[in-house]
């Protein structure tokens, strides 16, 4: 009954809001609608409507379940430095962090979901009534991760809002171990996610064992990025108290996964191009192209340009600890590991593909359209959930302000 | 012990009816029933039957021909084995079409199980300069040889390991099949395959009426729908009658050969003990048993 109030209280609160408030949501339901259109087409007849085929049999969709994944892990992973250098709101970064990774692994389930061609026998992945086959394929392990991550997250965050909505004090003892767990999971789900492209010894250009660690790497560029932007929201709109140091701290230590990252690439290049074996092929397509086939080359070199400009603004403190570049260097580094993720790890290991042939790919309008319904399904969730967070933790939103009328006497 | 078994089938069957309800609310009992459908490797006998019976039912209906459903499970003492004569090979895609018929393959979007690629002599087995699209007057062209490549039926198959939903086994004659009605189609066997056996189908499949193959077997060649893997099974309904996969039996030169290889008298055995055998891709450890070799 406490809960059900909790629920209702939370419902209401996503209805109240500003005109900007308004013409956000409004923004993103037109943007969800164009999208689901497009999805429908994709319903109706088919994946035939992605330009995935044959040789190229994976392509944006797991690309941005992968990016998605990415940005869930280390949105938790940001519990750590918070800890560790004692920042003073770190039950909000903890709440912040963990609805992000919420929407985000909501986000990369629904990927999945249009990705595969019978979305309706999902169900043949579920223990007992289906036959997941665990633990030989990485897919079940991940499937099992993510859901486990998703539970867990949802479970701290919805703990924690209930605590402050009804005054209570939380029990630490259930809270912490448990934000503790989530930690190793965020770093499970993304190695798990990179050990599901990386032994199947037929895709060379996945089969390296660099590709977990640079997977991490990344995700602590671009999940920070998002949340590097939305604790100056915060700032600014709310009550909510962090420090410039911390924000700079932040920043601080996406350049650390910056340099990683690059070094990480730099090592797997050169022991392609130094060997100078076949395989070189796949990185010759990502960034040069193999004869005419080019239509790969711009996303490339836009995300290298993209991360190596925010690396530069990120590296050097003057424009680190001035906001506008900050936050420049912020959406840059974003939209780098995003093409990187989305286009640059997924289409080079399919093209050539394992029989030397080449096909074209690029996403079709569908798979576009298909991939805005879902950021604006996740944007929403993501602003309704924040909403709810922020009147709870920050406006003195509680259960007396439900029904003033009980309490008040 | 009992008791275990029914809360399980008692958990299992009611999540199904939830989900089931779920999902296909407004549907007819008939879909219903095949939305419901388990895992063919876990049925029953009679199960099994059950199912094969409203397939042909089915298929009745929809094409307006009377179909043969087997589902003839692998003869006891069958490893199957295939080899294909490099020297012989002219490149004509004659199999190609012949398997396309055989099998119910879709034509539009076009569905190949095999895949013929014209390689230079110079360069030996090359992929990456090798092409599927050459298209000249006659076959053979100077200077150039031919490469047909479908399911190398591996013994240690890739694509049977990273399937999340055991749709896709091993049977214990060696070949590699597909449950239509369990594949989620996520596609994983085709990222993992490293020979390009593994085809999906991107839309609703298309086979003309007068065209269709009505001889079918239930983890072969039946009609395929949208949204599922699919791959060669050296004709499955052919080989367990005894047989030759219609590839074999198209070929004009003879490039082609199949048989048991637990049959010490087979063909196949003959060109494994007194030819020089290769295979593709060997230091991936799929370990095909579809061997190529110079017979000439």
Redesign the interface.
Known sequence: MNFFRFITGSIKIIFRGSKTYYTWLIILLLLILWGGFGYSGQLA????K?H????V??AFYIGNFTFLVGVAAAAVMLVIPAYIYDWKPIKEIVIFGELLAVCSVFMCLSF?MV????P???????P??????FP?????WD?FVLNIYLLLNLFVVTYLLYCIFYKKEYKKSIVLPLVLISIPMAVAIHTTTAFL?NA????VFWNSALLAPRFLASAFCSGPAILLILFQILRKTTNFEIKDEAIWKIAELMVYAMFIYLFFTIAELFKEFYSGT?NI?FWKYLLFGIGDHKEIVPYSWSSIIMGCTAFVLFLIPKTRKNFLTLNIGAVLIYGSVYVEKGIALIIP??T??????IYVYTPSMTEIRTAVMIFSIGFLLFTFLSKIAIAIVFENYNIESLNPKIYSK | MKNKNSR?SF??NI??AT?SAL??SGCNSEAFDV?LQQ?FK?LSKKEKDRIIKNLEIKYKEKYGKEFHVSDRPALEGTSFGYALDLSRCVGCRRCVYACVKENNQSRD?Q?HYI?V?QMEKERGI???????QYNPEKVPEKGYFYVP?QCQQCKNP?CV???????TWQEPDGITVVDYN???????C???????A???????PNVPNEELNTEVHYLGNRPRM????EKCTFCIQRSREGKYPSCVEICPVGARKFGNLLDPDSEIRYILENKRVLIL?QE??TQPRFYYFFGI
């Open positions: 007849h088919g994946l035939i992605t995935m085929r044959d040789s049999s994976w999945i990705d595969i061609g019978n309706l026998r999902f169900w043949h992945m579920l007992l009534i289906g036959t997941l086959n030989s394929s990485m897919l079940s499937f492209y199947l010894p037929g895709r076949e092929l290991a399919f050539p593909d394992v029989l030397g042939q | 399980r958990i299992k999540s199904l989900f999902a296909l939305f895992n876990t979007p569905i895949e690629l090359d992929f990456a300069h090798s092409t599927a490549i890739p390991k990273v399937c999340p939903v055991r749709a369990w594949c989620i189609g996520c596609r994983y085709m990222a993992a395959c490293p020979y390009g593994r085809h999906f189908n991107w839309g609703e949208k949204g599922v893997v891709k991936l450890n």
